[in-house]
């Protein structure tokens, strides 16, 4: 099944569905005979897994069930033009009833508040935000042929459901790649003769399938929260915490490089642009960086350039290097044209020095810079505006980036049992008078952020939400 003509499906239909257009249904109809009733259903299935990931996998399948049908109804010959017209309403007026047993939006109400195309357009537009960290956790192998052997067709649904609402923001060429490769080894293994040795085989051949759903999920959820030029930026201070020896001028072509490839790919129909631009990219790293550091020279010493990446991505900051004091831009380089750049080399020079502060806290501090230029180059005095908001603004922020710094720092340096430890004992001497609870809620609140927020590859909705 090619992958690009399986999305242009999915999107036709998703179209048709919402607008009734009797061009579009002639094409969703002759993709849905090439492809055949299963082949759609499964790519349903993934779809809207992906489209709305917190929904449960029971109205999840209230909604394919319906898809399909339509599809199936609207596509037989001599099916009513105005077929799809009339199912598409019928499938919004459910959406809105008190009982329905699609996945439920906050945005539901608001859209049916509006009527005809305008409720359906509105409907269409509704998606659940993606999760935070992936939720899959893979059966043992016993356990996969299990519940395979009870029922093949149930298991295939819940694996597709549970495997995109938890990767949902992979690009479907990869999680397509992914389950049916997936699907393909429970089917062989399970009715194997030697099942241990055929998983065996089966699980090294998808590894790098695996690492590419894995790492584009990550890359792709952090495109989505912050945008492209933030994605650079996000990259940039994340080598200059891994590489403090490298220049601004050596990492930033390497981290609009790794923007550039979520850009392109995240939202690509072709089937291998991510595995490609991912691959590409991280050669250009390996050229760049192996030479300059010994961690970075490990690794890319292997053949599997997914791999290689993978270990990049893991790296954990190295230790604060020892550079003089950074030099903060002036107030007429911050409103010049080019302000976005010396505010984004002062911040990188700040990570660069400061290894422990997480992506989060750097990522605010990215936005604070902006609403400052924002705020006070359109102003009649910029000069005035800019020395009284930042001196503010330091005075509040540096109290709380050595908090995160030194949290952090804790966290990626000691074993857990003595993190929590030490890190108990500095809120007791911080608040002697607290009461026991008030110091367990304390403790909890930071050991939360510490575990989920000071790693590499940090969710970035959800540590934003907690800074």
């Known amino acids: 099944m090619r992958a ?14 919402h607008r009734g257009k009797a061009y579009i249904r002639e094409k969703v109809c002759q993709e849905y005979r090439m492809l055949g009733k299963e082949n759609f259903r499964t790519l349903t299935i993934i779809a809207n897994s992906r489209k709305y990931s917190n929904g449960t996998f029971e109205e999840i399948s209230h909604l394919v069930r319906e898809i399909v049908s339509l599809a199936e109804t609207c596509c037989a010959d001599g099916a009513d033009p105005s077929c799809y017209e009339a199912g598409s309403t019928a499938l919004s007026v459910k959406s809105c009833s008190a009982d329905s047993p699609f996945p439920a939006h906050p945005g539901t109400a608001e859209c049916c508040t509006h009527e005809g195309l305008e409720r359906k357009l509105c409907l269409a537009a509704l998606r659940h935000p993606p999760q935070p960290l992936p939720r899959y956790l893979q059966p043992s192998d016993k356990e996969l042929c299990q519940a395979f052997r009870q029922d093949p067709r149930e298991f295939a649904d819940r694996f597709l459901y549970e495997y995109a609402s938890s990767y949902s923001q992979a690009p479907l060429p990869v999680l397509l790649a992914s389950t049916r490769t997936f699907l393909s080894m429970v089917s062989t ?10 998983f065996l085989k089966e699980k090294l051949e998808r590894k790098t399938l695996s690492l590419l759903t894995l790492t584009s999920n990550r890359i792709c959820s952090r495109f989505s929260a912050y945008g492209k030029d933030k994605v650079s930026f996000s990259y940039l201070t994340s080598l200059a915490q891994k590489i403090p020896s490298a220049s601004f001028e050596e990492l930033l072509p390497l981290a609009e490089d790794a923007a550039e490839v979520s850009s392109q790919c995240c939202d690509s129909v072709a089937e291998d642009c991510m595995q490609k631009k991912l691959l590409e990219h991280t050669a250009k790293v390996c050229t760049a960086l192996s030479a300059r550091d010994e961690r970075f020279a490990d690794c890319c010493t292997g053949k599997n350039l997914m791999e290689n990446h993978f270990c990049i991505l893991a790296m954990p900051p190295a230790p604060a290097p020892r550079l003089p004091e950074a030099s903060e831009p002036t107030n007429k380089e911050l409103c010049g044209k080019d302000g976005a750049l010396h505010a984004n080399r002062f911040l990188f020079e700040l990570a660069r020095r400061s290894p422990s502060l997480p992506d989060a806290v750097l990522a605010k501090l990215y936005d604070a810079a902006g609403k400052l230029r924002g705020e006070c180059c359109s102003t009649k005095d910029p000069s005035a505006c800019l020395d009284s908001t930042s001196k503010r603004m330091e005075a509040e922020l540096l109290p709380v980036l050595e908090k995160f710094s030194r949290l952090c720092g804790q966290y990626n340096k000691l074993p857990f049992l003595e993190f929590k430890k030490r890190l108990r004992e500095s809120l007791e001497q911080a608040e002697p008078e607290a009461s026991p609870a008030h110091l367990e809620q304390l403790l909890e609140q930071r050991v939360s952020f510490a575990s989920t927020c000071c790693l590499p590859d940090a969710p970035p909705l959800l540590c934003a939400s907690k800074v």
Do not use: R, Y
């Open 4 to 17: 690009a003509l399986a999305l242009l499906l999915l999107l036709a239909a998703a179209d048709a569905l």
């Open 189 to 198: 293994c399970c009715i194997s003769s030697a099942p241990t040795a055929c």
